[in-house]
């Protein structure tokens, strides 16, 4: 825009909510992936830029955006120590970083925390970003490649990014957590621990009642030998001179 002052400063967006996939620098307009994971095609974008003068002038254009698929187990995960909407903001300039240190396309897959469902999106000060990366050939290169090559120029990688984020940056590479991580999964081994914890409770349940059990039956059954034993005392019972008279009554009756 030639004008100058407000009616020249434009600032872009993106139309009809498209942020789940795509995200867009609102000061140079450049479009990076948010989350793109599992999907490929072609997505078409709308994008409006506005001036900030009275009245607020606008125009709108489409983007196509085409996401190659790619093979799951040429995928690799960088782990920055940096919030993830920070990350995400300039995602862009760490794909470029990445791309200069590799000397491949990079293409960036997915960018997510470890937070479901990306809640408090700024609570966490760790970042995973999924790549992978195509040579000259545009074919995909594998993914121990990528790994390799990330570990020679690490340093190289961690200064760049340090003059973009403007602090100190670690990149380390991590296999891909999200399949381990999912919320699918933890509600999983929580149902099962639960399971665990259930059937333990009833085994302990069983066990204690069977103990109880044998308990009272055991009492019972010393309670009865004391009656038989006490009755057996009063039939033998001995009388003031010495005899049994007890056993002198029971012969008396048996004659």
Not at 47 to 52: S, T
Not at 82 to 100: G, H, S
Not at 237 to 245: A, E, F, H, V
């Amino acid at each position: 825009d030639p004008d100058s002052g407000d009616n020249g400063l434009l600032l872009y967006s993106l139309v009809n909510n498209q942020t789940n996939e795509f995200d867009i620098d609102e000061n140079t307009g450049q479009i990076f992936t948010v989350s793109v994971a599992g999907k490929a095609g072609t997505f078409y974008l709308e994008v409006q830029a506005a001036d900030q003068g009275t009245g607020r002038l606008t125009a709108r254009t489409t983007v196509n955006v085409t996401v190659d698929s790619s093979s799951s187990n040429n995928i690799v995960v960088v782990v920055l120590n940096q919030k993830i909407n920070v990350v995400e903001r300039n995602i862009a300039e760490v794909k470029r970083v990445l791309e200069d240190k590799l000397a491949w396309n990079v293409y960036v897959v997915d960018v997510y925390s470890n937070e479901f469902e990306r809640k408090a999106r700024s609570s966490t000060d760790v970042t995973y970003v999924k790549i992978t990366a195509f040579d000259e050939a545009n074919q995909e290169v594998s993914a121990e490649d990528v790994k390799r090559k990330l570990r020679e120029q690490k340093s190289n990688i961690e200064i760049e990014l340090e003059k973009i984020f403007s602090t100190s940056v670690t990149a380390a590479i991590e296999e891909d957590p999200a399949d381990s991580a999912t919320p699918e999964f933890i509600a999983m081994i929580v149902l099962s621990v639960l399971l665990a914890c259930t059937l333990i409770a009833f085994l302990v349940y069983v066990l204690f009642t069977t103990k109880r059990k044998r308990k009272y039956e055991q009492q019972y059954l010393v309670k009865k030998k004391a009656e038989i034993m006490e009755g057996i005392n009063n039939l033998c019972g001995i009388d003031k001179n010495g005899s049994l008279k007890g056993l002198e009554k029971l012969e008396h009756t048996n004659n």
